[in-house]
């Protein structure tokens, strides 16, 4: 069974940083192209980054603005955003997802976590 463990979200100031993990079990995905999503509240949920199996190719939403990095760790199965300058509108539930597939970002056939929140306060 296939498992995506998302941790590292919480409450933070405007400005501040985080780092999420997620660890996957299961499969191993290190061939694939993993990444994270954002959902908040009445909103669709959208790519953040993502990054593929090398860790030589990424892609950004332009919301990021290079403020976060993507990174992966093939030996550990698991997938990081660094976040800093955070924004109270960064404030959202944020997925790790595996197996996506290049430019259609919201495929069926994504493996998804369950969810980390992340709040920004002003």
């Known amino acids: 069974q296939v498992q995506l463990v998302e941790s590292g979200g919480g409450l933070v100031q405007a400005g501040g940083s985080l780092r999420l993990s997620c660890a996957a079990s299961?499969?191993?995905?290190?061939?694939?192209?993993m990444g994270w999503f954002r959902q908040a509240p009445g909103k669709e949920r959208e790519l953040v980054a993502a990054?593929?199996?090398?860790?030589?190719?990424?892609s950004y939403a332009d919301f990021v603005e290079g403020r976060f990095t993507v990174s992966r760790d093939n030996a550990k199965n698991a997938v990081y955003l660094q976040m800093s300058s955070l924004k109270p509108e960064d404030t959202a539930v944020y997925y790790c997802?595996?197996?996506?597939?290049?430019?259609?970002?919201?495929?069926?056939?994504?493996?998804w976590g369950q969810g980390t929140q992340v709040t920004v306060s002003s």
């Open positions: 990054i593929s199996w090398s860790g030589h190719g990424t």
């Open positions: 299961g499969r191993s995905f290190s061939s694939s192209t």
């Open positions: 997802a595996a197996g996506l597939q290049w430019g259609n970002w919201l495929a069926p056939s994504n493996f």
